[in-house]
């Protein structure tokens, strides 16, 4: 998916399960698209074993209306930030939860959200530049939008929290 959206940005987050991230994210004020991916894998193409990737969401945004400080605490609303490889029962490295970017401030602003908190030194979340991206086959692009009872470690309240303000 290429950025057709002008003055935005894109970054790629990760919080477990790719469905239930991408419907909570699509929602946030400023997100303005989303598309269901693995980052940081080994291997260009969806087939074949498991390559290193987690599990992620392209969000692209207006940083105008949200600084990616904010996208870091949005994520954090759905994440158990300790938690490492793990996201309620999905359990591997591919549900690792993370923070990736091309661009640098994006790294830096998310690491002074880490820093800020008080329990900085208990977060496993990770934090690096992008180095793939591969798009998931369409049948788990905005799933949850399509399949609403599917099932997702997002509680149905948190996962629409922001539907309305969007």
């Not at 946030?28 to 992620?56: F, I, M, Q, W």
């Not at 002074?112 to 496993?124: L, Q, T, Y």
Request: overall charge positive; aromatic content about 10%.
């Amino acid at each position: 998916m290429k950025n057709s959206f002008p003055n935005t940005e894109e970054i790629y987050l990760a919080g477990g399960c790719l469905w239930g991230v991408q419907e909570f994210v699509r929602h946030l004020p400023g997100v303005l698209s989303t598309e269901a991916g693995r980052a940081n894998g080994t291997s260009h193409s969806l087939d074949g074993k498991y390559h290193g990737y987690a599990e992620c969401v392209r969000t692209v945004f207006d940083p105008i209306k949200v600084p990616v400080a904010r996208l870091v605490e949005y994520l954090f609303e759905i994440i158990d930030p300790y938690s490492i490889n793990q996201q309620g029962p999905d359990t591997g490295k591919k549900y690792r939860t993370g923070v990736y970017s091309q661009i640098p401030e994006h790294l830096h602003e998310a690491k002074e959200f880490i820093k800020s908190r008080k329990d900085e030194h208990r977060i496993a979340v990770e934090i690096l530049p992008l180095t793939s991206f591969i798009r998931s086959a369409n049948e788990h692009q905005d799933r949850l939008s399509r399949y609403p009872a599917e099932k997702c470690h997002i509680l149905k309240e948190l996962l629409h929290k922001y539907k309305k303000l969007n």
